[in-house]
């Protein structure tokens, strides 16, 4: 083989080299969109679900349960509100959904009936008080969300958040990644 034919050959290979990492970089942009598309990451911010989530809990909400499905009561959801952060936009929330459209809330006494039943909440910490009076059907395309923690929770009881619109749901939170010591699955 003469000069001129390794360098063609070392060419061909270069270019074969270049076509298949662009092949590669191109396939993973893809594959990055495509599960953005399927999962967000959130990080939680504040105390308001404890004890079911933590401060700086890294967690993947699932996108597209709620867009063949709707949100259910007992969800733990994230959505956008009007909240602002330190940064001028708008806070995304961890609540749990309380109530859908046409349920009835009653929060009295420092106890939450939904449809007339005292609402099971086995995810509290025990004497875990309701604070306010509330007394509301849920309207169409709403949803009434309470955090955890309900002392320290700004949700649907506070004209601040109030009802959510079903449309400002981001998804369902159905996995802990983070700490690694108490990766879970989230009911």
């Given at each position: 083989?003469g ?16 076509i ?17 598309l ?8 504040g ?12 967690l993947?909400i699932?996108?597209?349960e ?8 007992g969800d733990?959801?994230v959505?956008k ?16 959904v309380?109530?859908?459209?046409g349920?009835e809330?009653?929060?009295?006494g ?16 025990a004497?875990?008080y309701t604070?306010?009076?509330i ?6 395309g709403?949803?009434?969300v309470?955090g ?22 981001e998804?369902?939170?159905?996995v802990?990644l ?10």
């Amino acid at each position: 083989m003469g000069k001129k034919e390794v360098n063609q050959q070392e060419n061909k290979s270069l270019k074969s080299s270049i076509i298949e990492w662009i092949k590669v970089f191109g396939l993973a942009i893809i594959l990055a969109f495509v599960i953005t598309l399927f999962i967000k990451p959130t990080l939680v911010r504040g105390d308001s679900m404890v004890p079911t989530l933590h401060e700086n809990d890294y967690l993947i909400i699932n996108r597209i349960e709620y867009k063949i499905g709707q949100p259910e009561n007992g969800d733990v959801i994230v959505f956008k509100s009007d909240l602002e952060q330190e940064d001028g936009s708008n806070k995304d929330l961890v609540k749990r959904v309380i109530g859908v459209e046409g349920d009835e809330i009653l929060i009295t006494g420092g106890q939450v009936f939904v449809n007339g039943n005292l609402l099971d909440e086995p995810y509290l910490d025990a004497g875990t008080y309701t604070e306010g009076e509330i007394d509301l059907v849920v309207p169409e395309g709403k949803l009434f969300v309470l955090g955890d923690n309900r002392e320290v929770s700004l949700d649907s009881r506070y004209d601040k958040v109030g009802l959510v619109d079903v449309g400002d749901v981001e998804g369902k939170v159905f996995v802990r990644l983070y700490p690694f010591n108490d990766i879970s699955l989230i009911d």
